[in-house]
């Protein structure tokens, strides 16, 4: 599995926690974040992760900034992308079963580290539910 990861200057740390963890697991990783704790634009890392989904070259996308909220702004403009704010395991694990969420987005300034790994964990490897929550993913994908 290929997983694509930005992060700006508030999610550097995060981002290699989460790089080493995923890459001891077997996963491929493309990093198009910052490795420096110099201020740095989100919006310029969450495009590259939302043009690797848009072009089906990764399975899911990982970004990081400190509230999480303006990284997924930027990343949920390109078409393919479903990207889910969380704070806890409960809501990664909601945003893959009922929004088919491909890409979390981690607010570095508001979870602990190790509660980001473990919503990284249980976000890729939960299965879209489908069913009923089809009908309510597709009416998102309609403007798309």
Request: glycine share 8%; net charge neutral; charged share 25%.
């Amino acid at each position: 599995m290929k997983i694509s990861i930005g992060n700006d200057h508030t999610g550097v740390a995060y981002k290699e926690a989460i790089v080493k963890y995923l890459t001891e697991q077997g996963f491929e990783v493309i990093n198009h974040g910052t490795d420096t704790p110099q201020s740095a634009d989100y919006p310029d890392f969450a495009h590259r992760v939302g043009n690797d989904i848009d072009q089906d070259s990764v399975d899911f996308g990982i970004v990081i900034c400190g509230s999480g909220n303006g990284i997924a702004m930027s990343v949920n403009k390109h078409s393919k992308v479903r990207c889910a704010v969380c704070w806890n395991k409960e809501i990664a694990e909601l945003a893959r079963l009922h929004n088919n969420a491909n890409v979390i987005s981690i607010p570095a300034r508001f979870t602990a580290l190790e509660q980001a790994i473990e919503m990284v964990k249980v976000f890729l490897k939960t299965s879209f539910e489908g069913g009923r929550h089809q009908r309510r993913v597709d009416k998102i994908n309609q403007f798309c």
